[in-house]
């Protein structure tokens, strides 16, 4: 069965670095990836969007990139800050709308000052 | 442009009661979704609609929950009778796009405790 996995652990990190977070997915070939962010209480946000065919996708300090042999999708937020603190979600899709939205269980970014 | 509105934000209900939500999504969009969101995990596909047809419900528990999409705009989704391990958030999203490649909008959730 198809199967998304996010970092587990928490990640901690210093305001001003990158954070890196990861998204890999098996017995899947998605189409589409999507990334939100989600606050505790709040339904998630939207982030970005990369295809199959996009290595990777920028907008202002955050970065996505996907890798169809690896399997795997990497977010980054260069000069964090401790408003980026939150819980972001990983959500692979296929072409049609039958192709369910399955989302990850997450990784809780928290940046220190 | 109003977001996804969600309705009641907590609820608290004893096991074997019934509970109902309400979900009224953006203005337009054709398709709705209904998650359920365990404290510690990633939102979990309960049932897509398109417009009022439904896409997907392969992860509805069907001999307890239900959901309807009446005229293609409101949906309700309701649990008869409810388990404890029905505790969650229930997310509500909407999306005016037929195919994945469009970005879902979120409500804040009702929040179910079930003792």
């Known amino acids: 069965s198809q199967k998304i996995e996010q970092n587990s652990e928490a990640l901690n990190i210093q305001e001003g670095k990158t954070a890196t977070l990861t998204c890999n997915y098996t017995?899947?070939?998605?189409?589409?990836l999507q990334w939100y962010r989600q606050d505790p209480g709040r339904g998630p946000v939207f982030l970005l969007l990369?295809?199959?065919?996009?290595k990777e996708k920028r907008k202002e300090r955050l970065k996505v990139t996907f890798d169809t042999t690896l399997k795997q999708s990497l977010f980054h937020i260069t000069a964090s800050q401790p408003a980026d603190s939150a819980t972001y979600l990983c959500a692979p899709s296929g072409y049609s709308s039958a192709s369910k939205i399955i989302f990850g269980s997450g990784t809780r970014l928290s940046i220190r000052p | 442009e109003a977001g996804v509105a969600q309705s009641p934000r907590y609820k608290i209900i004893e096991k074997r009661q019934s509970v109902a939500f309400w979900c009224n999504p953006i203005?337009?969009?054709?398709?709705l979704y209904w998650y359920q969101q365990i404290l510690g995990q990633g939102p979990k596909l309960l049932i897509q609609?398109?417009?009022?047809?439904?896409?997907?419900d392969s992860q509805l528990p069907k001999d307890r929950f239900s959901a309807e999409r009446l005229k293609g705009v409101d949906s309700t989704l309701k649990i008869q009778p409810a388990k404890l391990e029905d505790s969650a958030v229930y997310l509500c999203?909407?999306?005016?796009?037929?195919?994945?490649?469009?970005?879902?909008?979120f409500g804040s959730g009702t929040q179910l405790s079930v003792l």
């Open positions: 990369i295809r199959e065919n996009e």
């Open positions: 999203a909407s999306s005016g796009a037929q195919a994945n490649n469009e970005k879902l909008f």
């Open positions: 609609f398109q417009n009022n047809g439904v896409v997907d």
């Open positions: 017995n899947y070939s998605p189409a589409y």
């Open positions: 203005s337009g969009h054709a398709t």
